[in-house]
C-alpha cells in the first residue's frame, strides 16, 4: 500500500437531490446538491460553474442513483495577511455517484492550523452526518483562485 495514499472517509449510500438552473445565454451552470441524511436534506454545496461538457457528465451521476458521502482532508497552505505562510487543515467534500462518477463538491479549510488534515476530514464528515453543512464547518476555498 502507498503510504502517501490520501484516506478518503466514506458514508452511505444516501439518496441524492439536486436542482439546477442552466444559463445558456450566460454560459453558466448553478447547481445545489443535498443528501438524505436520517431522512432529513443535508445541504452540501450551492455552487455555480461554466456551461461546457461536463455538466452532462455531472447530471448523468446526480441522477444515477444513491450515493457515498466521501470527505478527504488535505493540507492547505496559504499566505496570512502579514506575508507568512500558514498552512491549515482543509477538506475536500464529494460524493461517489450509483454510476461510479466521483464528484467534488465543495472545498473548505478549517480554522486552527494545528488540527492535522486526516482528524479535520474525520470531523467534517462526523458533523455532515448530523445534519451540519460544509458551509458550516469551514472557511470555502476556490481553487480556481489558488
Same mark, same amino acid.
Given at each position: 500500500m502507498d503510504s502517501s495514499a490520501i484516506p478518503v472517509f466514506l458514508a452511505g449510500p444516501f439518496p441524492v437531490l439536486h436542482a439546477a438552473r442552466v444559463d445558456r445565454a450566460e454560459g453558466e451552470v448553478e447547481l445545489d446538491v443535498a443528501l438524505i441524511i436520517g431522512g432529513l436534506p443535508t445541504m452540501l454545496?450551492?455552487?455555480?460553474?461554466?456551461?461546457?461538457?461536463?455538466?452532462?457528465? /455531472?447530471?448523468? !451521476?446526480l441522477k444515477s442513483g444513491d450515493a457515498r458521502l466521501g470527505v478527504a482532508g488535505m493540507p492547505y497552505e496559504e499566505e496570512s495577511?502579514?506575508?507568512t505562510k500558514e498552512v491549515f487543515p482543509s477538506a475536500y467534500v464529494g460524493l461517489e455517484c450509483a454510476n461510479g462518477e466521483r464528484?467534488?463538491?465543495?472545498?473548505i479549510r478549517g480554522d486552527n492550523p494545528g488540527q492535522q488534515p486526516e482528524a479535520?476530514?474525520?470531523? /467534517?464528515?462526523? !458533523?455532515?452526518?448530523?445534519g451540519q453543512t460544509p458551509a458550516e464547518l469551514g472557511v470555502p476555498v476556490y481553487d480556481d483562485d489558488a
Open positions: 454545496a450551492a455552487t455555480a460553474f461554466p456551461l461546457d461538457e461536463t455538466w452532462e457528465r /455531472v447530471e448523468v !451521476a495577511v502579514v506575508g464528484l467534488v463538491l465543495a472545498h479535520y476530514a474525520r470531523d /467534517v464528515i462526523t !458533523a455532515i452526518l448530523q
